[in-house]
């Protein structure tokens, strides 16, 4: 027996998220269902929203509200320092450890040229424009371990090797290949504080 179409159209919807299957979807959708009518709204309205009102910086790549990026306007960010990271889920990554009080910038990926991702499919160019334009004195290369993120890395030195800016990356206690969102508080936090200066 096939569910009502309305019900089927939910739980496809559920399972275009990532990790999310038919019964894990199925159950999402039997919650909704027995979720009261002001909840539902409140959810859908939510979904909503972040189609309507969220946005990438355009000056830093970080996630915004209604053009107004919480990172940017910061004051009490340091102003001379940039944290470079792959996405923005790694700029909250950072921000719910506490360890940068840093500006951010997104690169929207690594290099990877089996993948079809060259420097120029990357922000790298926005983040040399900033470096100069904000009179940036260090950056801080938050990259995933790994041939990418290495690679991404040695990249952007080799851009930065005639100026004064002070290039370091965090400490490689981070696993190789490891992925930035699944690493504990404490791995991610020693990383940080023992960030090394690429020579």
Same mark, same amino acid.
């Given at each position: ?5 309305? /019900? ?5 919807? /559920?399972?275009? %998220? ?24 409140? /959810? ?19 996630? *915004? &509200? ?19 990271? &792959? ?7 950072? $921000?719910? !450890?506490?360890? /940068? ?8 990926? %690594? ?16 983040? !040399?424009?900033?470096?100069?334009? $904000? ?20 990249? !952007?030195?080799? %851009? ?8 370091? *990356? ?26 090394? &200066?690429?020579?």
């Amino acid at each position: 027996m096939n569910y009502p179409k309305s /019900f089927q159209s939910l739980i496809d919807s /559920f399972k275009l %998220l990532p990790g999310v299957g038919e019964k894990t979807a199925e159950r999402y959708a039997f919650s909704i269902l027995n979720l009261e009518e002001e909840k539902i709204n409140k /959810f859908s309205d939510s979904i909503l929203n972040i189609n309507k009102k969220i946005t990438t910086c355009p000056n830093c790549g970080c996630l *915004q &509200e209604t053009n107004n990026c919480l990172i940017c306007n910061d004051s009490n960010r340091d102003a001379n320092t940039i944290c470079v990271v &792959e996405n923005t889920k790694n700029v909250f990554i950072f $921000e719910k !450890i506490g360890v /940068f009080k840093t500006k951010y910038h997104v690169l929207g990926g %690594l290099i990877s040229p089996m993948d079809g991702i060259n420097p120029e499919d990357l922000s790298i160019g926005k983040l !040399i424009d900033r470096i100069k334009k $904000e009179n940036i004195k260090e950056i801080i290369l938050a990259l995933s371990p790994g041939i990418e993120g290495n690679t991404t890395s040695l990249y !952007i030195r080799k %851009l930065l090797e005639n100026t004064d800016v002070k290039v370091t *990356q965090i400490a490689q206690g981070v696993p190789i290949g490891a992925d930035m969102e699944y690493l504990d508080v404490l791995t991610l936090k020693l990383a940080v504080e023992n960030r090394n &200066e690429i020579s």
